[in-house]
């Protein structure tokens, strides 16, 4: 227990440089890069009063420097700031839309581990074979199939020409989705309420877009879980269990695939980064309102503070992702020191 | 495996000439060729691949009657003799914008990974050796760039700057800077401990002689293959930010922005605005991927269980 307090410790402080220069990192690129945003939101024909106004109200005519200070200052009590076009604080939308998002992700990673484990560890147990080939030359192709037109290809085979599923958005025009808003995750508040049949329509319409976000996660599990079910296949501890006659598929699949997982958990962590960037393409694809959509709607307005605040926010998701991860595998993992 | 390994190994330790690296490299090509069969037809299918797109870029007209740009065609139309893959909402030949994209993508993402490359390898490799405070502060940068999601960052950098080919290179190449610091800094941090490098320091080589001489030849082996498959990462980062509207302005045809606009028009079945642009995608960063673990797995067998 002592282990993993001193490691939780030690990779908490780890995070805060790491979420410091990533917020610095933000601030450069969108204020120090050239561009400026009042002349882009208002337009090229303001009076240049009204720009001034726009500036000194936004805080954009300080120094460099002290705009930084007051952008740390302002992170610091947890404040985004106001939205410039729409008259809402930065965090509203974000928050509103966050739920989505998170839905569409999780369901992602559900079909990516569900596809990736189970293919992996058939490839390494088959190794060398033509199922070892196709699968591998499968995880392969996953690489390069852009997550948006595999969406695409989706949309027009089950969607328009089989029209055995929905194209677009988290449940069908049938369903009153203002019923629902308690938590803002649908799968959740459907049930909350009692309401199967709303339940089944936001089941429905997740399946396109989890499978599409999935399938182009899971070759690299399929990668992962094969090369370390090779090793644990391979090591002395699966042997001596081989020896004790423990039937094959208990091998393979308690004692080998337990220990082949320990990495897979970390790889976990790592993808989670592309799992976001292939949410906001699958949003893209498929009219998904979430945090991705957002981002992109609001750089089509010109909107800055709100793309600010998204962007910090996906800076904090991935930091808080990788340490809970991280945590995971100290705690699974006897041997990990920091 | 491991006999194999060796005399690959021993030569790649000998002081670097261009040469001497060509006649190596195919020394190990024909050993390994035998030995590792699949791999080497990755290698020669990536080749085939990438040099058949290459080819296309260059002499498009021999490919496509059609100007990428000209609205002459019938509206919508499926594909037919006359325009094999169909023409679009403006009625634009789809197979024209498909051979004249592959110049847009390609020019983008070859030199958004040379630009980072460029940046990327000198600061890893300086980093590594130097090995001071500079090396810790740097690399913390680094790995936060890295561990932050990459098309994000390249929609921020696309978003601020606007649209335009230049504009969107640089936002791709900056996803990728810190890909090439951390190999190189880690294969600099290997190296410098070898045996050859400490008889340079010994025979009193000066720090930039040790450096440029002997250390930097042996990590750009590691960086071809890397390369390669950078590639192909750029090539989907490109046609993503095209596909979500952060890409080029209207008239250069771009595979990713004929995706986003085929989108429009689904629902009412047409499916061949949609299907080629994004095969074409997939073909060319299926061929950078194949080149490069081609290369990987011959060059460096070690790679060969991943």
Known sequence: ?338 | MAENMKPTEVESRRLWSPAGALSSAIGAFSRSAKRYRMEWWILVAGLLIVALILFMTFFPGLFSAYSPNSQDGPQLKAPSPGHIMGTDNLGRDVWARVVYGSQTILGVAISASLLSAIVGIPLGLISGFAGNWADKVLSLVMDSIYSFPGLILAIAFAAMLGPGVVNITLAVAVVYVPKYFRLVRGQTLQIKEEPYVEAAKAIGAKRSTTLFRYVFPNVIATVVVVFSLNIADAIMTEAALSFIGLGLPAGIPDWGMDLSMGKKFLPSGTWWMITFPGLAIMLLALGFTMLGEGLAEILNPRLQEY
């Not at chain 1, 989505?100 to 581990?113: D, K, R």
């Not at chain 1, 958005?169 to 203002?178: A, E, F, I």
């Not at chain 1, 399929?222 to 208990?250: H, Q, W």
């Open chain 1, 1 to 338: 227990m002592k282990r993993i307090l001193n490691y939780l410790i030690a990779r908490i402080l780890l995070t805060i440089p790491m979420l410091f220069i990533l917020l610095t990192l933000v601030f450069v690129v969108l204020r120090v890069m050239p561009g400026d945003p009042v002349s882009s939101m208002l337009g090229g024909h303001a009076p240049q009063a009204v720009i001034d106004a726009k500036r000194e109200a936004l805080g954009l005519n300080k120094p460099i420097f002290f705009q930084y200070l007051d952008y740390l200052g302002q992170l610091a009590r947890l404040d985004l700031g106001e939205s410039m076009n729409f008259k809402e604080k930065v965090s509203t939308p974000i928050l509103q839309k966050l739920p989505a998002t998170i839905e569409l992700t999780l369901a992602g990673i559900i079909v990516a581990l569900g596809i990736g484990i189970p293919l992996g560890v058939r490839s390494a147990r088959l190794r060398r074979t033509w199922q070892d080939s196709v699968i591998r030359f499968f995880a392969n192709i996953t690489y390069c199939i852009p997550v948006y037109w595999m969406g695409l290809m989706f949309q027009m085979l089950f969607g328009v020409f089989l029209n055995l599923f929905p194209i677009a958005g988290r449940v069908g025009t049938r369903v009153d989705s203002s019923e629902f808003d308690r938590t803002g995750f649908y799968i959740i508040d459907t049930l909350l309420k009692g309401n199967f049949t709303a339940f089944g329509d936001v089941m429905y319409h997740l399946v396109l877009p989890a499978v599409t976000l999935g399938l182009t996660l899971s070759g690299v599990f399929i990668r992962m879980t094969r090369a370390n079910m090779l090793d644990s296949l391979k090591s002395d501890f699966v042997l001596a269990t081989r020896a004790r006659g423990v039937a094959e598929n208990r091998v393979v699949y308690t004692h080998a695939l337990k220990n082949a997982l320990i990495p897979v958990v970390t790889m976990l962590g790592l993808e989670f980064a592309a799992l976001l960037a292939g949410a906001i393409l699958t949003e893209t694809t498929f009219s998904w309102p979430g945090m991705g959509r957002l981002l992109l709607e609001r750089i089509y307005n010109r909107d800055y503070p709100v793309i600010q605040g998204i962007i910090i926010f996906y800076a904090l998701f991935v930091s808080v992702v990788s340490l809970l991860v991280d945590i995971i595998y100290a705690v699974i993992d006897p041997r990990v020191k920091l």
